[in-house]
């Protein structure tokens, strides 16, 4: 008996290499993936101004980074926005500034998929080959109330099932892998909204499956074991074994230095 419904995931047109460099941009859900790159020495650049939670706050990140980027990933967290009353702009971040300044609205699936496009349109004119993947955050927004919250996914859903469309862009589907897959509240954190330590994991492996390549999921494998001796907190620090296990350990490093050119700790 099969007591769960796998999510099936689009074969994609191109693969991640190992150490590549990559963007992520988009919700704490970004956050949480492009940890686990940068955590696993490929060069991820996470969020650089921060967490942006709306298709607006994407494309501003996108303006102000002027580094090219093999692949991108875009999390997408609410199309709620706020607009400060004052210049009529637009904010990424309220800074903890009075309600009474902002406006808060709700984007249409036309208006996220064109701020999307001119997101993406941007890193093609620094680099034509980008990649780029869209994703909708698993994460919950309690104060829209649940039925508001669907409601926010399911624009923001429908505007990256538009834009997917696009050449060089595609849909990884971590909003549905949490919602048809998991589906249970212990894959949930203490708050129950955001997905547990444990659902990440899992998602940042069926994003493995998908996206890396034989030779960056080498990598990976190799790595493991030096990332965990590296990690190692020795209870005698000082002592010969000590020494000769952390001799033997640089010794690894050296070698994916060699195998991998871009390999630095």
Not at 85 to 103: A, W
Not at 124 to 147: C, F, M, N, W
């Amino acid at each position: 008996m099969d007591f769960r419904t796998p999510v099936t995931i689009t074969e994609p047109s191109f693969r991640i290499e190992p150490l590549e460099q990559i963007l992520f941009v988009g919700s704490c859900f970004a956050d949480n993936i492009g940890q686990r790159f940068v955590e696993n020495k490929f060069r991820a650049t996470v969020n650089p101004y921060g967490v942006m939670y709306n298709p607006v706050s994407i494309l501003h990140t996108v303006m102000r980074t002027s580094d090219t980027f093999p692949v991108a990933f875009f999390t997408l967290g609410t199309n709620h926005v706020y607009r400060l009353k004052e210049t009529g702009e637009i904010v990424d971040n309220c800074e903890k500034r009075p309600h009474h300044l902002f406006q808060e609205e709700t984007l249409t699936v036309s208006r996220c998929a064109n701020y999307l496009r001119q997101a993406i349109a941007l890193l093609q004119s620094r680099s034509a080959d980008v990649e780029v993947v869209l994703t909708v955050s698993p994460i919950r927004y309690r104060k829209y109330g649940y039925h508001g919250s669907q409601l926010s996914k399911a624009t923001l859903l429908l505007a990256a099932d538009e834009v997917a469309k696009m050449p060089n862009v595609h849909y990884f589907p971590a909003y549905e892998i949490v919602n048809d897959e998991l589906r249970d509240y212990r894959f949930y954190a203490a708050d129950m909204l955001h997905p547990s330590e444990q659902a990440v994991d899992y998602i940042w492996e069926r994003l493995c499956e998908t996206y890396l390549s034989d030779r960056a999921r080498q990598f990976l494998s190799e790595w493991q074991p030096v990332k965990q001796a590296l990690g190692h907190k020795p209870f005698a620090p000082e002592s010969e074994a000590y020494r000769t296990f952390m001799n033997k350990t640089m010794l690894k490093v050296e070698e994916l230095r060699k195998k991998y050119g871009n390999f630095a700790l």
